[in-house]
């Protein structure tokens, strides 16, 4: 080991701070990716992809292939195999077959030991397609353009749901306020490109890879193989960070890389470019929200009509989830009666959507919080102001007709923001002066865990600790450390539990041969869930502490009670508990050119007990800083099918010079049911910065702000209009 | 597989240059990224390159005469760090891309790679910047608006190399210098705009304005500078309108990936109400 760990959250609150287990192997370089590991005769791959955005593939003409060199397709795949990855949803095809349906699809692999040859053989691949007209918008899936790509309609999902009378409401003659809101793409840019290796060892196919759910992959390829989920085996390799990026999308790597293991019977890498990894994987879900609010005579808000779109791509994978999450997420922190929304989730032709932290909440609070502030300057009222008469109290009713169980800080939360940042005498001031100056706010909270019952019916999670005979303790679980800190977060509750020194407690990556199945690292479930568990595993090891020899313990999920939820209806309580957020950010516009200058950054949440202090700052700063990144900077067009911002040159994501530091604060609030009190944090601290900026922005050039990035082409535009 | 050369001297350079016509590369912080290829491959360059950034000759800077001379392997770091070089130059040379960029890229590279969003290179436009091109058998120099032709595209011959940069010293009132770019720090520009005003008794004895990144190549027109020569203030702020007209009319950029053409359009103009804004309190 290096130099000693400060063990001082054994005696003082458990958030006192640690250096991380993984900093030091990180920051000095030794730390092995997937990409510097050494493999006895490494074979490598090039995914061949479509270069069209939809068409009828008519032939893939392959060169003749020198000695040791293998084009891997579709008629690879075993007998009894499927053409198909088992992800949330069994649709994502593994090569292409008669048709494309994104420009990028894989349509073979090539395979073999020297990579100039590799590229000096791609050329030479020479695919002939018939174009067939494609969708790319929201509006031209929903439409049909050049006809269905899914279904009959391009609709891979479509829930509705109400909570009130709002039929009453509307059609009544109330006042009604009409906005749309839309959100773009947006790229994971985790510092490590997608990569991972396939080898066959022992009878089992072994994958390692840069990932956040080994358990997840091991499922989405063995159907392709004919084989059982243990004839897969996925070892984690150190991850240089994912957002989500990793949680489904390297199934779309593993399932070509395991028929071309199968096939060669060699160890075979994959791993992108940059370019590679910008262009051709999976991005945010683009959204599209309509509002119609109903406001009575007293300017109070009595019904809200919500129409939410969000673009899927070319496969569903799991659109219809981020789109659940997106509908409950769309009445951010407020108690609204009468509401109705629709959510659709569109087939259409370009790279299909996928994870990103947050999952749809992002989409469904930038549009809720920016509606919510265009109804406070309509009825000339301070955002602050309108919005707090709304906040959701301890008992209130969600949108699913569930029940907020915990104590909720808003007011208090509110009132450490407002003093922080100033918010009310600046923009006063500002106002008075006419200066283009403006502090912005927004509330946003993110429900931990699975939606509903899922950790319950779905995910069930196990996870074992063990303590050898010298005293060591291991803690097995399928969840990684990807960079947020979760290795040493669990070591601390294990640690913390049992009384010892963190370097007697191990954390090793996961490996699907080895741990049990605690489920995906997504969701914000990783502490609050499978932290939980270690906490209880380690309690009921401590029982057996002196006991002869090696003991273990393991510990399966149990819901907590009073929690009611019905998977069909989508009615009761969709999360059992909630991260709280409120984010206040200061800028200045440019006269001359409309860039903004961000002047401050104020956040406070509520995640229950933090676990660890710096690791919690880090994660609130990481994500308010890739929300200011994606409400700005970030802009990601599609031209004819295919990212036009595919280098770090052209795709803009802050750098340290873009935006201040965070003054960032919590106020506590332990969860019962969650290790030392604490709540999921990981995406929540994402969920709210977008809208506060684009607030802010709004309010220093008194203009409706309806649309993320919020760049100085749409500044200048709306200053003109 | 493009072959590659390495050469021990200037003259070898000149020689290989000759015989092969092979690009040279500097830093090659924009060719290696242009041919990049993917990881374990080697750099797709289409035809056969020479690394010179071993050339001692090539590199340094000084004053000669009226003139500041930077020859061509001199890297940014260098120039951004130089008391002798105009402040404004190293003004535009700190703000592009990263440190450890500017610690291998070259002033000359920027020339070369003849984009109109070049940052420095609008501000060499300003400067009345010249270019020195060497081959075996001559030496010649233009000024860098010759020697610029279009995007990508510049009159440098199969057998040259540009030994150098030449700036006439110049020292003026006031200057103006703006980059727009992508974001704060290591941004491409999306435009960028330079102004020197020269004032003496109160009339305008010399003004300059180059526009980067509004059109092929960078703007700059000796016609309308030089009707401003002589004004003062009155006659300046009669004339204002009539020459941001004639100015708006040489702006025309475009539609790209990292902006728009109304975005830039607009913009430009108000940099340039910013410049004569100040001319006139140098005029006042």
């Not at chain 1, 994104?102 to 030479?124: F, S």
């Not at chain 1, 009409?178 to 080898?199: C, K, N, R, S």
């Not at chain 2, 750099?43 to 000084?62: A, N, Q, R, T, Y």
């Not at chain 2, 004639?246 to 702006?251: D, L, P």
Request: with cysteine.
């Amino acid at each position: 080991m290096h130099q000693p760990i400060n063990n001082d959250f054994l005696q003082k609150a458990i958030g006192t701070p640690v250096r991380r287990l993984d900093a030091l192997d990180k920051a000095s370089g030794r730390a092995i990716y997937i990409a510097d590991m050494k493999f006895d005769g490494l074979l490598y791959a090039r995914m061949i992809r479509s270069s069209r955005a939809r068409a009828r593939l008519l032939q893939v003409a392959v060169p003749d292939l020198p000695e040791g060199y293998y084009f891997i397709s579709s008629k690879d795949i075993p007998e009894g195999g499927e053409n198909r990855l088992y992800m949330i949803t069994k649709d994502w095809r593994v090569f292409a077959e008669d048709t494309v349906r994104y420009i990028g699809e894989t349509i073979g692999l090539l395979v073999g030991p020297d990579r100039n040859v590799l590229r000096d053989l791609e050329r030479e691949i020479d695919i002939s397609y018939e174009d067939l007209e494609p969708a790319f918008t929201i509006d031209e899936g929903l439409a049909v353009k050049g006809g269905p790509i899914h279904g009959e309609d391009n609709i891979f999902a479509e829930y509705h749901l109400k909570k009130g009378d709002p039929d009453s409401i509307f059609s009544g003659s109330y006042r009604i306020i009409e906005d749309e809101i839309l959100t773009g793409f947006q790229e994971h840019a985790y510092m490590e490109p997608q990569g991972m290796v396939g080898e066959y060892k022992n009878g089992k196919y072994v994958i390692t890879a840069s990932c956040q759910c080994p358990y997840y992959m091991r499922k989405a390829v063995a159907g392709i193989l004919a084989v059982d989920q243990e004839d897969i085996v996925v070892s984690q390799a150190i991850t240089g960070g994912a957002f989500g990026g990793k949680e489904h999308f390297p199934d779309v790597i593993a399932g070509p890389l395991v028929v071309a293991v199968h096939v060669i019977r060699k160890p075979v890498q994959i791993v992108f470019d940059r370019h590679e990894d910008i262009s051709f994987t999976a991005k945010r879900h683009p959204s599209r929200t309509r509002f119609r609010t109903a406001i009575d005579e007293n300017n109070r808000i009595v019904g809200m009509d919500i129409d939410i779109a969000i673009n899927g791509g070319g496969y569903q994978s799991c659109s219809h989830i981020v789109l659940q999450r997106a509908m409950f997420s769309v009445n951010s922190v407020y108690d609204l009666p009468n509401i109705r929304i629709r959510g659709r989730a569109v087939a259409t032709n370009t790279f299909p959507s996928d994870a990103f932290r947050g999952f749809g909440a992002p989409q469904g609070i930038f549009a809720c919080e920016m509606h919510m502030s265009h109804l406070a300057r309509a009825l000339g009222m301070d955002d602050a102001e309108f919005k707090q008469q709304y906040f959701v109290q301890t008992g209130g009713t969600t949108v699913t007709n569930g029940t907020i169980h915990e104590e909720v800080k808003l007011p208090e939360m509110l009132e450490k923001v407002l003093k922080a940042s100033g918010y009310t005498e600046k923009n006063r001031l500002y106002d008075r002066e006419g200066a283009a100056k403006a502090v912005g706010i927004s509330f946003y909270n993110h429900g931990g865990g699975f939606t509903g019952d899922g950790e319950k019916e779905i995910i069930k999670a196990r996870v074992r600790v063990s303590r050898d005979q010298n005293h060591k303790v291991t803690i097995y679980v399928s969840n990684v450390e990807m960079g947020q800190g979760f290795q040493t977060t669990a070591c601390k509750v294990a640690a913390k539990v049992l009384g010892i020194p963190l370097q007697d407690v191990f954390f090793q990556n996961p490996d699907t041969s080895v741990v049990p199945n605690s489920g995906p690292t997504v969701a914000s479930r990783s502490m609050m869930i499978v932290g939980k568990l270690v906490e209880r595993a380690a309690r009921q090891l401590k029982n057996t502490w002196n006991d002869q020899g090696a003991v273990e313990a393991e510990e399966d999920y149990v819901q907590p009670p009073g929690i009611e939820w019905n998977s069909t209806t989508f009615q009761g309580d969709a999360y059992p508990a909630f991260g709280w957020g409120i984010c206040a950010v200061e800028v200045a516009v440019d006269p001359a050119t409309a860039e903004v200058e961000t002047k401050g950054i104020w956040t406070v949440h509520d995640i229950g007990v933090p676990i660890d202090d710096l690791i919690v700052h880090g994660q609130v700063h990481g994500g308010v800083i890739q929300a200011l990144g994606y409400g700005s900077l970030e802009k990601l067009e599609v031209k004819n099918g295919a990212f036009l911002q595919n280098t770090f040159a052209d795709y803009i994501i802050p750098t340290t010079m873009d935006f201040p530091a965070v003054e960032s604060d919590l106020v506590e609030n332990p969860y019962e049911y969650g290790p030392f009190g604490a709540k999921g944090m990981g995406e929540l601290v994402f969920d709210g910065a977008a809208a506060a900026y684009a607030a802010a922005v709004q309010k220093a050039v008194d203009r409706n702000i309806c649309s993320i990035p919020v760049n100085p082409e749409l500044i200048m535009k709306l200053r003109q209009a | 597989m493009a072959v590659s050369y390495v050469p021990a001297t200037f003259e070898e350079a000149v020689r290989i240059r000759r015989e092969t016509g092979a690009v040279p590369v500097a830093g090659g912080t924009d060719l290696m990224v242009r041919y990049r290829s993917p990881a374990g491959t080697l750099p797709d360059f289409p035809w056969p390159v020479m690394f010179i950034s071993g050339l001692k000759e090539m590199k340094g800077l000084f004053l000669e005469g009226v003139e500041l001379v930077i020859k061509a392997g001199t890297e940014l770091a260098v120039i951004e760090h130089s008391e002798i070089v105009h402040p404004v130059l190293r003004e535009a040379v700190r703000q592009m891309a990263a440190p450890a960029l500017r610690n291998l890229g070259t002033l000359s590279g920027n020339i070369c790679n003849a984009s109109p969003a070049g940052d420095a290179v609008c501000v060499l436009y300003a400067l009345g910047a010249e270019v020195e091109l060497t081959s075996s058998s001559r030496m010649r120099r233009m000024p860098i608006e010759h020697f610029i032709t279009g995007p990508g595209r510049t009159v440098l011959k199969g057998d040259e190399l540009m030994t150098a940069v030449r700036i006439p010293l110049h020292s003026e009132s006031a200057s103006f210098y703006r980059k727009v770019g992508t974001r704060k720090a290591n941004a491409l520009s999306k435009l960028s705009c330079t102004g020197f005003i020269t004032v003496t008794e109160n009339r305008i004895a010399d003004m300059r304005l180059a526009l980067g990144a509004v059109g092929p190549v960078v703007v700059r027109s000796a016609e309308l500078e030089s009707q401003c020569i002589g004004m003062d203030l009155n006659h300046f702020r009669n004339y204002k309108p009539d020459l941001r007209k004639q100015f708006a009319e040489r702006v025309k950029p475009i539609d790209d990936q990292r902006s728009t053409a109304e975005y830039r359009k607009e913009t430009t103009l108000n940099l340039i109400d910013e410049f004569f804004m100040l001319i006139e309190k140098e005029l006042s």
